[in-house]
């Protein structure tokens, strides 16, 4: 890693103030969050929390390709994460985050009977599409094979049945979620854990939660629908080199258009303020949810992640989620930028000012974001959930590794340094 900041900190436009936050930045996910077991996979907790997201791990891990390709430690570290993210994925493949031993720990205890290793089970369809994205990413970039065993095989069986079965959750769907206590339409579903109601066979697959980890307001997440057709494409040419004899290949092609086509039409409607635009959430009967979240996968990120969106209505929707259209878009003396849900009003997340710049057209924008980000940190050189517009001394979650992990993509993306996807 130091040779790595080396090479970076001589580069002529390399800004020292950017670089020492991204040294941070990038040092703590491989210092402070990943631990090897004795299986030869890595677990990785998500900053402040002792869980393993799969969400959150895969994204923490994905700026560390870069050096990846030429430190085969790095290397066989991230390989040996995706091994875990799937052996997770064939325990329970509704389950969003994971602990490290079999030992019942939890965030709250939901089921009696829940899995020892699970440590929250939300149903999270971008949960089962970002370890996929991660191997992808790591054999495209560097070759890295280790990852490609029977156990990846049966987590994607796993994750197709999932999503067929969720394509029709209203008939077909055994998961249920209820936690006791919580606010209805935040930690808990309704209809007795079912969830809203969706109208079944429109193609797009039902997800109980955000990757926030909010409950949808309604089931059908277009980001994260998005977010399957785009790995949808991966497994297919991971099936051709791979697992030719599988079937998986031709599954995943015909799951990926169906979902594509059922985005296209269900997914979009007019508004006054910016035309025709994606809804960030649809229940199939006319229902919609206008507004844009901070969390990946989100509408902002569509690009980012490589969904193969109508380009006017993706021109259109990126103009409505930048405005105050978006009921989470804030705007204060400090930074103007997307929040959640998840937290109080007014606060701007660092992960949604780094997919703004990772999908901006230019780079003097991409700097401005960078510098916006690093005098944003409330004095501690690292980012955070989420920070207040007006006074980023105001900030949630002292340690949260995916952010992190976001600045330092967008900063090797400034420098040039971006992923073959």
Known sequence: MERFFQMIKQRGDCDPRLFEIFQNCYSDTLKNTIRKMEDGTYHVITGDIPAMWLRDSAAQLRPYIIQ??????????IAGVIRRQFMYICIDGYANAFNEAPDGACWEKDDPNQNPWVWERKFEVDSLCYPVQLAYLLWKNTGCTSWADQNFLRGVHNILRIFRTEQYHEESSAYRFCRRGSRLFRDTLSRDGLGAAVKSGTGLIWSGFRPSDDACTYGYLIPSNMFVVVIMKYLEELAAVFFPDSGIGGEAALLGKQVRKAIERE?????????????????????????????????????????????????????????????????????AGVGSSHTRSGFIWHIALAVQGLTCGGREEKLEILNRMASTTGGTGLMHEGFFCEDDARYTRKWFSWANAMYAELFLDYLGYRLIK
Not at 68 to 77: G, L, S, W
Not at 317 to 327: E, F, G, K, Q, V
């Open 68 to 77: 990846a390709k030429e430190d085969e430690t790095v290397r066989e570290m």
């Open 267 to 335: 997914g979009r409607t007019y508004t006054e303020e910016a035309g025709m635009i994606y809804a960030y959430e649809v229940d199939g009967y006319g229902m919609y949810e206008l507004m844009d979240d901070a969390n990946v996968p989100s509408l902002l990120s569509m690009d980012y992640l490589g969904y193969p969106a109508d380009r006017e209505t993706a021109e259109n929707t990126r103009r409505y989620i930048l405005s105050d259209a978006n009921p989470f878009y804030y705007r204060g003396v400090k930074a």
